[in-house]
């Protein structure tokens, strides 16, 4: 079986979608399986680097009028062709001669598209974009969530829910426990880890919540030694402000779009993992910091139900003062943190290991191969 994945443009910001794409083609090629994973290169993209401006108009030339012509070449000799994630679903009208799976990680963006909450507003391009991409979705030959809750926005937002399928995400990478020997090597370049700290893995995007973070950590930190370590993107302005403001920039460590192998290390050297998100369609920081025995504070929002459950301490989203009682009382009570941590492990190595995410990503592939 020939499968082709198609990744993310390389200046459109979203690491995650860059490591999950490799991870799915390791994992076929480790299976024996005929991979190959292309992505929009760019080339009018080069004159300016980024995802926002001038940048974006001309990676939108690279990704819509360069790239699907490559795609159309490179399907020809494809069984199947996965789009690895949604926002390349509009590729599904360039390829002709193989079914496309696409996978949905969140319909956030389309939702913002058509007027819903979800801290994700469209510009008048913003939403014919959105449009194009719910298109794709609504055309595909099978559409894989990533959770039930993002299941539910599709079963409710795109046509065809036969065509729907369940693939709750695995890890992206192996993030596992580590011995401290190795944390100090890989963490020793970064100053102010050495101290206690709570950490945050993201972005400065509305939905991620950071200014909770920091009225969080603010509360919680009072009397304390902590630190809170932001990893990801530096904070922006406004951010910074809000922790002067707070008293707390002073105790901020930034490690702007860390390396995985760091990221790993952060995970294990951290108290607990900070996540009161406010939007999400999965939530891939908290399964990596409970791999790595990393316990989670956060929002009590339906995707983090469902992926975390009992075994992390979820409050309310407007209960940050609940959150704050919780870091406090994971800094203070070893018992009920070591609790937290056992907990977290099983709870990822019994759903969400890379393992089972294949086997049913394998098992789609050829579903989708006899019926073309």
Known sequence: MKVLLVG???FDGSTSMKVWADALFRELRQRGIDAELICPKPLFGRMKHSSQGLGKWLGYLDRFVVFPRKLRTAAANAEVVHLCDH????????????PTMVTCHDLLAIRGAIGESTDCPASFFGRRLQHWIR???RHAAMVACVSRFTLGDARRLLNGAGRLRLVLNGLN???????????DRRLIAI???QLPFVLHVGSNLARKNREGVLRIFAQAATGSNLNLVFAGAALSPELSLLAQQLGVYGRIVQVP??????????YNRALLLLFPSRYEGFGWPPIEAQACGCPVV???IPPLIEVLGETAALRPLEDEAGMAEEVRKLVSDPEYRDRLRQAGL???RSRFQTSRMMDEYVALYRELACQS
């Open 8 to 10: 993310n443009y390389a």
């Open 87 to 98: 926002g390349s679903a509009m590729y599904v009208f360039a390829v002709k001669s193989a």
């Open 135 to 137: 298109r794709g979705l």
């Open 173 to 183: 990478y192996p993030f596992r426990p580590l011995d401290s020997g190795e944390i």
């Open 191 to 193: 100053p102010g880890v």
């Open 257 to 266: 779009e860390p390396a995985v192998e760091l990221l790993e290390a952060l």
């Open 298 to 300: 956060g929002s009590q």
């Open 346 to 348: 099983e709870n990822v």
